[in-house]
């Protein structure tokens, strides 16, 4: 594999670069936005010194000369400013949308595939979240959260304002703001650790809620639901504790800002009376400066006050950057011609997620178009492994697998996906039509629809339904029945002639006839040149196979010719009766 050229900082891996990257060029294409609402922001800011222009002059001009005439001029264009005010504010908003909705179609569907990437090679590690996280990241961006930081930067404008009014009246401002600023570190501090145990405690609590729903079944048929309620309870306390202590301590931050904020009004106002009593400044300039101090601390207070929106921001963006850092990154690769279906392991080794032992150990394994493969073993020797091995849904720590020569690596999920069938052992289906299902949820071609129920021996099922092939199925396939929902799954591993078709303990489910039609696909496919490979416990299955190969542990422990292979497997176990010995394969070599 060609090495890719590491030019980041010292210690930045080639996949961290790329993914910097990614975000990177996701807000560079919104930069265009964040300069405008940045030009906004100052002149929204240069307009918000109407309101104590407009007292200055009031105060100073018009109560002064008793001009009704300078009265009704300075208030139509104070007016007049406001309207431009909130103008240049609605359209400040309408481009941070319109921002926030680019930066989620850069990086929605990159997000999207690396969910469900790493949620196949590390299940139980939440990664859903990341959706979520995507939101946060994208309404903090674009919404209050960064209008207030826009808006933090001018704070100084207002300010050195103030100090030109008196440098007395500067100093109180400056003093207000930086104590502000310090209240927002302070609570930044005490919130920022509890924050982020409570969001890591509340993900795992979601995802302990999600399999729980997932087995609703069992829990209520068995009793188990308060067992479940207890365990949840436990960690939904933890997290509402974490996030008590949280708020407590940025209440109580909050509730001092208050108080020292209207103390903040006090003391300007103070001063500037004294300093009018003394002739040092008009009256005008003592309210004045109450609103411009006033416009100097509301972002800062603004900037406090969505801190929690920032600091849940940056934990969204630590937590997709790490999901695209181990997410398998978009290859441009060449077009590959459509495969046969030759099969070749060499070497593979498959160690399962959240698991440090292998599953596979060393397999080597060649498969020809045409042949039926059927692999059988105790449980835990590894056949459920070598079936997600096959089917790209899990890597080899060590070792090659390749399709017609190519490592399986070589092609994007997207392209090789329709050349392959898969019929996993707990079957899944989708909430929409058993037409869409049976397509893999792409363009509903019906020729290839029924083309493929009727190799799965199901189409006469299909017709039976309320609507047919339009009858909508819900969520997991919950209006079917397990066997009708495993002949489906198997129509939609048919779908558009595969060349390598793996099913793993696919009559687990069937009935006779549903048994003796999924007999009549495997043979189908021979006859077309398919590859398979069946994963059973049922000896009934193997009567149309090939070739069996027998995993133990991990390791390849037989492969041959079907009779010869079962020939080693049967022992004879005797008949009620007396009448005779049959041949039984066992789970085990005698």
Known sequence: MARIPHTGRPGQTPAQKKV?????????????????????????????????????????????????????????????????????????????VRTGVLIDQELNGRVFKSVFQQTVRRPSSGYAQALRDLDTLREFLTGSGLIAFCDAPWAPLFIAVCFIMHPMLGLVALGGALAIFALAIINNIGTRALLKDAGAVSVHAGNYVSSSLRNAEVLEAMGMMENVQRRWAERHAAVLGLQAKASDRAATILAISKAFRMALQVAILGVGAYLAIHGEISPGMMIAASIVMGRALSPVEMAVGQWKGFVAARTAHERLTDLLANGELDKDTMALPRPEGRVSLQQVVVVPPGSTQPALRGISLDLVPGEVLGVIGPSAAGKSTLARTLMGVWWPHQGIVRLDGNDLRQWRAEDIGPHLGYLPQDVELFDGTVAENIARFGDVESDKVITAARKAGVHEMIQKLVEGYDTRIGVGGQALSGGQRQRIALARALYDDPVLVVMDEPNASLDNDGEAALMTAIKDMKAAGQTVVVITHKPSLLTVVDTVLVLKGGLIEMKGPRAEVLSKFARPQAVAGGAGPVGQIAATPP
């Open 20 to 96: 910097v990257t990614e975000l990177q060029e996701a807000l560079k294409k919104a930069r265009g936005g964040f300069l405008a609402t940045v030009a906004f922001s100052f002149f929204i800011n240069l307009l918000l010194f109407v309101g104590p222009l407009y007292m200055l002059q009031v105060y100073d001009r018009v109560l002064t000369s008793r001009s009704t005439a300078t009265l009704v001029i300075l208030t139509i264009a104070a007016l007049g400013a406001l309207v431009v005010l909130a103008l240049i504010e609605m359209v400040r908003s309408r481009i941070l």
